[in-house]
Nanobody, 116 residues
């Protein structure tokens, strides 16, 4: 399974970006897809997660600003990021967990930079 993320870039504080991540490859079923982010010297952290059943969870710092969605038919997950803050600057990684075996796959990451 390959994950291809896109949509990162440079934006001013208060702006918006939309990340996309499409999964392709051998036959698989999606249990959940998620976005993580990482800054230098820090651990990768969960930003938002969505299950195939539509359940969502977000880290507290992005609640009300970020929205995760998924197109199951296209095996694609999206992250709409509004009201961006400089502290949202990070490399964002797409994650997929398969069903039923729970295998993790990761995309290569896309840089999001928010200027103040």
């Amino acid at each position: 399974v390959q994950l291809q993320a896109s949509g990162g870039g440079l934006v001013q504080a208060g702006g918006s970006l939309r990340l996309s991540c499409a999964a392709s490859g051998s036959t698989f079923s999606v249990n959940a897809m998620a976005w993580y982010r990482q800054t230098p010297g820090k651990q990768r952290e969960l930003v938002a997660r969505i299950t195939s059943g539509g359940s969502r969870n977000y880290r507290d710092s992005v609640k009300g600003r970020f929205t995760i969605s998924m197109d199951i038919a296209k095996n694609t997950v999206y992250l709409q990021m509004n009201s961006l803050k400089p502290e949202d600057t990070a490399v964002y990684y797409c994650n997929l967990v398969t069903y039923p075996h729970g295998i993790d796959y990761w995309g290569k990451g896309t840089q999001v930079t928010v200027s103040s």
